[in-house]
């Protein structure tokens, strides 16, 4: 955008220029063409004040001898009259393109010749008579005009008049040209001026703006300098903050760990005393004694579930991860044998894809799989036919170029409307009447889930079953699994 406005200013100013130049040789021929004109008319006035000269030398060199009768005077007359002719031609050549001028000399030329038959005949009389002419014939021959006619001076000054008008005219017509020249090469120049001061304004803009870019360039490394030094104690600092932190944690896993480990003894006891007391003193008891120690050993046993799992959520987040490569497909066939075992009265159908490989710690995901299929289980405990599915799909969408393994059963399922409470730990979204549980278990499935950089999300519908969903890290990520 610049530059083009740059380059047309130039080109305007140098479009400019030239055209002054033009004018200027415009001008100088007009000037020399005057000054032809000049010297052309000097040279005819020349000639004419010639021919005066000598029509005026010749009629005195006869005055002379018409007085004196010296014959040397009869001979400076024939020297005067010489040249006039060749004086006359001289001028018919210069004025040969002007026909007035022409008709005026051939006139003029008749006029001399009466001017000098006049003189001739008075040179004639003194040779005849030998005595000086009486003042009457005197006069007859040395008239300007001896036929009364126009004199041959005027003729000449008509002629002359004639050229200083047409100089006059040209000169004042070159003058007129002149001013005009003149004004226009002024304008010219003063525009050429502006825009040869636009131009370079614009290219001291020009530098201006590539100084300031330089400028702005310096600042901005200065910027960036005090960016990369900020970032970096930035980074420190959230490199101290997340040691801090990890610190915190550890101690807080550490705190609820051996609060859980702590209660199990004390919990133990009345666990063991209770049954005791059911066991031994029965028969000493009424019926609501006897309620009341089993509504006991149920808390207890309630207690005891808990702290399990809260020992186990603990256990979760301070276990290493110790990554490897295995088959998942055994490991859900393994849990579900487990969960057969413990309730044997139930009849469920596991349809596991065999096969299935991944890569990450086998205990953790060996726990993720017990609380994930130990729910399917529960809540399939009101389904007849209960189905348990386990598998793997291509994920899409956000979890393009992933695998995801899911856990699906046809039992209780839940409210879409809660799904996000089903992580947090202790939230239950149905009653510990129909289905007794902790509220710990997915939030252990979400955190190992965490640990291994992949995310798990649940869908459901209330008496059409639930599937739970996870992936193990996204794509590049099963690396991090395995560091
Ligand atoms: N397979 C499932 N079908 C229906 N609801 C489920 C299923 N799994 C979990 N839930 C819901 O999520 C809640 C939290 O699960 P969980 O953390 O395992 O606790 P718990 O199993 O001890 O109840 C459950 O109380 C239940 O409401
Ligand atoms: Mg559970």
Redesign the pocket.
Known sequence: MRTGKYRLAMAAAMLIVAFNAWLAIRALHAFFDVQNWRAHTFEVLVHTKTVEADVSKSTAAVRAYLISGDPLYKSRYNDATADIDRELDAIKTLTVDNNTQQERLAYTRQRILVRMSALQTGIAMRDATHEMLGPVSLMAVLTDSPDHGPTVAYCLQQMENEENRLLNDRTAASLRARSVVVWTFVAASLLAILLLGATAELGIRAVRDRQALINSEAEIRVLNEELRITNTSLEERVEQRTKELANTNQELEAFSYSVSHDLRAPLRTIDGFSLALSEDYADKLDETGRDYITRVRGGVQRMGLLIDSLLQLSRVTRMDLQSERFDISQVASLVFGELEALDKDRSVELVAQPGVLVVGDPRLIRIALE?LMG??W??TSKTPNALIQFGSMPGTGEYEGTTVYFVR?N????DMQYVDR?FTAF????GDRD?K???????TVSRIIRRHHGSIWAE?QIGQG?TFYFTLGGPGADVNARA
């Open positions: 609380n729910n399917a529960k809540f059963d039992g209780a399922g839940f089903l939230q239950r979204l149905h289905f549980g902790s509220g710990i278990g997915l939030a459901g639930a």
